[in-house]
């Protein structure tokens, strides 16, 4: 039963002229025409689908780009993929219990970085990169910490190495790098490591 509304405002066929009839063809089609370029589009280019995504998106540079660390030169090492940094007011939350020492030397702060091997997340090679503020400093923290028994290296201005872990100082840095076992293939990372980093210091 047609309703209040349809028996109000519906015209019967004959009652619609030829120009409303081709005027709604018209437009029917226009509207069929769209829709199947829609679909075209989407079935035979898919980018158009990630088209604004792609323009928007921008590459992060590889961490060796944006890193002070350097790669380590080993096959099966890799770099650290995040470096924390600390200020001389921060220190002790990295090193707590140890901090004091820096600061009578005038630490100015901390970067310290730590390569994993990509087989076994056991082997780290942890690097505390302090600056000193000056070579003086540097100098002056780095014989603090002189080890008897250590062999000398020839990194920086001055390096040693005892246990595996190599220290060494150059301009107003100095660096600890320290790897977690007493292997003698941990002791060459830490070398090598060493040596990559100390390239990267500039005088």
Not at 16 to 32: C, R
Not at 152 to 178: E, T
Request: glycine share 8%; aromatic share 12%.
């Amino acid at each position: 039963m047609a309703t209040f509304f349809a028996r109000e405002y519906m015209r019967p066929a004959e009652a619609i002229g030829n120009t409303e009839k081709v005027l709604g063809g018209f437009i029917l089609f226009i509207v069929a025409a769209v829709v199947a370029a829609f679909v075209f589009q989407v079935a035979t280019d898919r980018d158009y689908l990630f088209e604004v995504d792609r323009q928007a998106y921008t590459p992060l540079p590889p961490i060796e780009a944006t890193s002070p660390f350097p790669a380590p030169g080993l096959e099966g090492w890799r770099a650290p993929e995040q470096v924390d940094r600390f200020t001389a007011e921060t220190l002790y939350v990295k090193i707590d219990g140890r901090a004091e020492a820096y600061l009578k030397f005038h630490v100015v702060g901390l970067t310290f970085g730590r390569y994993c091997h990509e087989s076994d997340t056991g082997r780290t090679v942890d690097v505390y990169w302090y600056d000193m503020g000056t070579p003086s400093n540097a100098l002056g923290m780095y014989k603090s910490e002189e080890a008897l028994g250590a062999a000398p290296v020839a990194i920086g201005r001055a390096g040693r190495q005892v246990g595996g872990a190599v220290f060494f100082r150059k301009s107003s840095s100095y660096v600890q790098v320290l790897p977690s076992s007493l292997a003698e293939a941990d002791a060459r990372a830490a070398l090598s490591i060493a040596e990559r980093l100390a390239e990267r210091i500039k005088e």
